[in-house]
């Protein structure tokens, strides 16, 4: 697993750049507008999905609610997570990778999808979106989309950009295939460590209402956190749900960025 991993990252580490796409999460000269979960709320119309309907209607104008996510997988991890939010009734959100990851372990994604997570799209191969030509872009988005489908029945609506870098073009791309771009408001950074217990205090020392926790499952240190994680939040009164949950009753619509 380390070797694939270095190969995925070797080029574009997660390192780099990730403070960047937070802090930004644009290229070039154009500004991007990013749009708060508690503006869908206010201003969308209401669209329950068929996830939102398995787990139960929570109103996050109400409760105070975090959405976890997981990026990059899946992984030999996988599996030890998805007891975690199982034992504990948390729903998440999975942006799958598909080269080397929904290909590899298409069975964890039947998996995620049957216990009402949030199957998303973290493109094929985590090549920089704004890197590459646009008919380059749209392959690296629709590749995972098809491969989803086949698995689950359904296309994805969510994806995250490699980095968390995106532009007008990547905007329009997404939006013609139908897919909403989803950033994050927490990181524990836990490509730069296997301390769970660093992890799970960058996680907890972040979070505020709306938050959007961005975790990768493909590192040993992180999913050992996750349960701290939960109780921690819980402890501090955090409803968990997953990133359409958290925008109900508004929608995410297909080339727009939220986080």
Not at 18 to 40: D, F, I, N, Q, R
Not at 137 to 143: D, K
Request: hydrophobic share 35%; with cysteine.
């Amino acid at each position: 697993m380390k070797r694939r991993t270095s190969r995925l990252l070797s080029s574009t580490t997660f390192t780099t750049v990730a403070a960047l796409g937070l802090a930004m999460a644009l290229t070039g000269c154009t500004k991007l507008e990013t749009t708060s979960p508690s503006t869908v709320r206010d201003g969308g119309a209401a669209a329950n999905s068929v996830h939102q309907m398995k787990l139960g209607t929570v109103d996050c104008s109400r409760a105070k609610c975090v959405a976890l996510t997981f990026d990059a997988g899946p992984s030999e991890n996988s599996a030890r997570l998805l007891d975690i939010l199982k034992d504990e009734k948390v729903p998440a959100t999975f942006f799958t990778l598909g080269k080397n990851h929904i290909a590899k372990y298409p069975e964890l994604v039947k998996r995620m999808d049957a216990e009402g997570h949030e199957v998303a799209s973290h493109t094929w191969s985590h090549k920089i979106l704004t890197d590459l030509e646009p008919d380059e872009a749209r392959e690296e988005l629709r590749r995972p989309n098809e491969a989803i489908e086949k698995l689950i029945g359904h296309k994805p609506t969510l994806m995250r950009p490699p980095q968390g870098r995106t532009n007008d073009e990547v905007n329009k791309i997404s939006r013609e295939e139908g897919l909403s771009e989803i950033l994050w408001s927490v990181t524990a950074k836990d490509y730069t460590t296997n301390d769970s217990a660093l992890i799970k205090k960058r996680v907890l020392d972040q979070t505020e209402r709306d938050g959007i926790i961005l975790l990768h499952d493909i590192y040993k240190g992180t999913v050992p956190a996750v349960p701290g994680i939960i109780d921690g939040l819980k402890k501090r009164g955090f409803v968990f749900v997953t990133v359409p949950q958290l925008l109900a009753p508004g929608k995410a619509e297909p080339g727009k960025v939220y986080r």
